[in-house]
């Protein structure tokens, strides 16, 4: 059974810094693109940012400079580092796991608030 485990979301002021982790069990994990979505309030999920079995990043417009994925694939974790928050960066992040063969795997989510 696949599981992915996130933790590190929380409550955060505006220009503060958070970091998410994720813990996929029951995958091979080099073998997967990881990543994070969010979901804002009233609004789809979105891509925030991925990262290739290879190691290359992609990331939505609006973290660029701000955000860095990373992954650790001997501690089998994938890693957001997430700076200069803004609100608009409120929403519940969810870890997500793309598999070469096409079966993709969500996470439970985690929620991250940017407010004073």
């Known amino acids: 059974q696949v599981q992915l485990v996130e933790s590190g979301g929380g409550l955060v002021q505006p220009g503060g810094s958070l970091r998410l982790s994720c813990a996929p069990f029951?995958?091979?994990?080099?073998?997967?693109?990881v990543g994070w979505y969010r979901q804002a309030p009233g609004k789809q999920r979105e891509l925030v940012a991925v990262?290739?079995?290879?190691?290359?990043?992609t990331y939505a417009d609006s973290v660029k400079g701000r955000f860095t994925i990373s992954r650790d694939n001997a501690k089998k974790q994938v890693y957001l580092q997430m700076n200069s928050l803004k609100s608009d960066d409120t929403g519940v992040y969810y870890c997500?796991?793309?598999?070469?063969?096409?079966?993709?795997?969500w996470g439970q989510g985690t929620q991250v608030t940017v407010s004073s």
């Open positions: 990262i290739s079995s290879g190691g290359s990043p």
């Open positions: 997500n796991a793309n598999g070469a063969f096409g079966d993709n795997h």
């Open positions: 029951g995958i091979v994990f080099t073998m997967y693109t």
